[in-house]
Nanobody
Framework: QVQLVESGGGLVQAGGSLRLSCAASGSIFTIDTWDWYRQAPGNQREWVAGISSGGSTRYADSVKGRFTISRDNAKNTVYLQMNSLKPEDTANYYC??????????????WGKGTLVTVSS
């Protein structure tokens, strides 16, 4: 069984920074890609950033230049460094891992989310 747990959310003033973490645990063989998504109240979930197994990164235009995604393969963990935060960044942030669990085909796993609130 595989679990993803996010941490690092909280309340921050506009212009501030937060660092989110997401750790995967369980019977993991290897993790392919990691992605961060977010969902603001009343809105659909949107993709924020992604990182490949080789370390290539991609970002949504709305966060490019402000957010940085990274991964620690030894710890089965992904990070999202968020700088210059804006009130419109307020949302629940979810991590997604596309991975092979032992004895299983590759599939997506999701965390339960961590809330980021940016005050103006």
């Amino acid at each position: 069984q595989v679990q993803l747990v996010e941490s690092g959310g909280g309340l921050v003033q506009a212009g501030g920074s937060l660092r989110l973490s997401c750790a995967a645990s369980g019977s993991i063989f290897t993790i392919d890609t990691w992605d961060w998504y977010r969902q603001a109240p009343g809105n659909q979930r949107e993709w924020v950033a992604g990182i490949s197994s080789g370390g290539s990164t991609r970002y949504a235009d709305s966060v490019k230049g402000r957010f940085t995604i990274s991964r620690d393969n030894a710890k089965n963990t992904v990070y999202l460094q968020m700088n210059s935060l804006k009130p419109e960044d307020t949302a629940n942030y979810y991590c997604n891992a596309r991975l092979w669990a032992r004895g299983s085909a590759k599939r997506d796993y999701w965390g339960k989310g961590t809330l980021v609130t940016v005050s103006s």
